[in-house]
């Protein structure tokens, strides 16, 4: 159990594009997902905390114009990078955990935005 | 606030060595502490966790003990394989699931057959 499903894996987009990236959890209710970047050879980087019905919560230093983030429902949060740039290319990862457990959070699989 | 220090890679073995890897933290409160791994072009897998001083997680013969008294949670396995070759973070939760984990900057592990 606590599958999260993150797509695309990659994409590839024109400098000036938007990208939007999917984070589902398949098998239990997510009030909260976190989205993270990842830079090459780098530990993660907290970018924002989902928060189901509300507003993302961004950390600082995180454009929250550039990367919009949406939490429509207790299963799907997307992060929508705007108006991308080559300084935007990176591994983005969501993660998510059931309430209430000590399961330890999962994690998509990543997605791998290169911005050209 | 709440940290967690890891060792820093790159690491090398031969194949059947044995691994440790230091990952000591500092929280307010009683966290859960747990260990990942990233595998190259992968998203991040839970290897094992642990909840509460003196547990011990265990997974694929890789082992953590979780030490209060030396707040400390080093990840050890006897015998390592190519296929362990990947990146392990270390990480904590004083909050589960409505505050993001604390992660250490991973250390990358290589075998060597």
């Known amino acids: 159990g606590a599958v999260v499903s993150q797509h695309p894996s990659r994409v590839i987009c024109k400098s000036g594009t938007s990208v939007k990236i999917e984070c589902r959890s398949l098998?239990?209710?997510?009030?909260?997902m976190f989205w993270y970047r990842q830079f090459p050879k780098q530990s993660l980087m907290l970018m924002a905390t989902?928060?189901?019905?509300?507003?993302?919560?961004?950390e600082q230093g995180v454009e929250k114009d550039k990367f919009l983030i949406n939490h429509a429902s207790l299963t799907l949060s997307t992060l929508t990078v705007t108006s991308a740039h080559p300084e935007d290319s990176s591994f983005y990862i969501c993660?998510?955990?059931?309430?209430?457990?000590?399961?330890?959070?999962?994690f998509g699989s990543g997605t791998r935005l290169t911005v050209v | 606030g709440d940290s967690v220090t890891q060792m820093e890679g790159p690491v090398t073995l031969s194949e059947e060595a044995f691994l440790t890897i230091n990952c000591t933290y500092t929280a307010t409160g009683y966290p859960s502490l747990f260990w990942y791994v990233q595998y190259p072009g992968e998203g991040l897998q839970l290897l094992l966790k642990a909840t509460k001083a003196d547990d011990k997680g265990s997974n694929k013969g890789f082992e953590a003990t979780y030490r209060k008294e030396t707040t400390s949670f080093h990840l050890e396995k006897g015998s390592v394989q190519v296929s362990d070759s990947a990146v392990y973070f270390c990480a904590l939760s004083v909050n589960s699931g409505n505050t993001p984990l604390v992660f250490g900057k991973g250390t990358r592990l290589s075998v060597i057959a």
């Open positions: 098998d239990f209710q997510a009030t909260t």
């Open positions: 989902s928060n189901e019905g509300s507003k993302a919560t961004y």
């Open positions: 993660s998510a955990t059931p309430p209430g457990a000590h399961y330890g959070y999962t």
